[in-house]
């Protein structure tokens, strides 16, 4: 997995090869192409690991306070800098959630990803309506909101040079975070 | 153009070659090798093309009512139903759009159309605060949340199987924007 995603970070999505994957693996070439009938069969794995990968780190951060944990989501989809890894990350992704516009496999991956990650979202709401901290909202809806705004800032970042826009969208989640708070409207 | 919708649509960004587009196409087939040099050549001219289409067609659905002519804009990006042919044009714009991560050419088209659609948003919520109909908010945060949040959303139709995604951004968005509204504290 680690060698997939360092030679999709070289070589980008459309001219990767099982054998430019090799080239990145340290252990005997034959095994991988023992395991493995096709390129499209290893990335689909690989988009599998890097979601599981990426949305553990997630619950990993996750604290006692469901509001900061959801601000620092907010801060780790959208960093006001990423780093080159982080930034190659987002880019492999994007390149890979895009084959789910036609191939089946990876369509049921993004849709397993995008439930868990929306799920995680709406738990962390929940925590905090129960706590009495946010609004009466309607907390499925919200936790989609946040979602799409976040696949767009991303998707936006790996795909234009608008460098200001993540910071805007960055900015105006925060915000929208805290107008969810009860005490909101008296500020 | 029409024949390279055509040809997008039936093969798809991978599959598809100049000789699908000339076989959707009703003029002479040398004309089209003539003009274009590759398959990439051709696609970048039809992604400005799409991407001017669609832009002109929101412009000229705004209304009087700057407010109006938003809640219109969410229906238009994320319809309760896309007919065929809407469905296959967001399925082709999101594949474009994926050139764009490794592509210079593609991205400063994104680049230019992100900006020209954040800028339309801006236009109208600038008009509603002239109007007095919109709070004291960063028009230019906002403007960007909204761009973000719809690509997000039409992303997330074009490359998951959540069908009840599309219809809670949608609802959540319009509650978005009448939270904008002077009097939506007093409600």
Do not use: W
Not at 29 to 43: A, I, M, R, T
Not at 114 to 132: N, P, Q, T, Y
Not at 152 to 173: C, P, Q, V, W, Y
């Amino acid at each position: 997995m680690d060698a997939t995603f360092r030679a999709l970070c070289t070589h980008g999505y459309a001219d990767l090869s099982i054998a430019n994957i090799a080239e990145e693996f340290d252990k005997s070439k034959s095994l991988l192409y023992y395991h493995y009938d096709s390129k499209e069969d290893l990335l689909a794995e690989f988009l599998g690991y890097a979601i599981d990968y990426f949305l553990a780190d997630l619950e990993a951060q996750t604290g006692d306070d469901p509001m900061e944990s959801l601000h620092g989501l907010v801060d780790k989809v959208l960093p006001a800098e990423l780093d080159g890894e982080e930034a190659d990350a987002q880019r492999a992704i994007t390149e890979l959630r895009m084959q789910a516009v036609t191939d089946e496999t990876f369509r049921e991956r993004m849709t397993a990803s995008d439930e868990r990650f929306a799920a995680h979202v709406r738990g962390l709401l929940e925590e905090a309506a129960e706590a009495g901290v946010v609004e009466d909202v309607d907390l499925e809806r919200t936790a989609k909101h946040l979602q799409a705004t976040l696949a767009g800032g991303m998707f936006g970042r790996a795909t234009t040079d608008r460098s200001d826009a993540s910071a805007a969208i960055r900015e105006s989640l925060h915000a929208y975070l805290d107008d969810l708070r009860v005490d909101a409207d008296d500020e």
